[in-house]
């Protein structure tokens, strides 16, 4: 998998991911933050496997997650929490952290609980050894 990071244009809030600094189609420079990232991995799973997971990140939306799809956010330190959707389903074990300069990288984990009415989207932290290969 191509080295890539998921950015927010500042100006258009067009969600894209790009593998350096450039610039977005509306002209707005795109910057990549140096401070931290939050990668996050979802664990393959043959049921609901067409419907992408969406990301919220601090409430904002981040586009969607594939199946055993992998994204990374980079991100200034701060305090984070991660939501995700699945399809009409809003229901998710979130997570919150900080990235600070000890904490540069954060590691996360999505899967799905099957419910029998509503699947539950649960994220967890992880480690970069269980994360997949780059
Ligand atoms: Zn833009």
Known sequence: MANKFRIKCPSCGKVIDIESNTTCSCGSPLVLPEDGMIEMYRVGNPFGAAVGFG??????PMGHLANTGLVRIPVPYGHYKVHMTQGMSRRCKDQEFDVTPQNRIVYLKAHVNLGLFTNT???EQSTAD?????
Do not use: E, S
Not at 55 to 60: F, G, P, R, T, V
Not at 130 to 134: D, F, S
């Open 55 to 60: 990301i919220y990140l601090n409430d904002i």
């Open 121 to 123: 989207v649960v994220i």
């Open 130 to 134: 269980q994360m997949p290969a780059k």
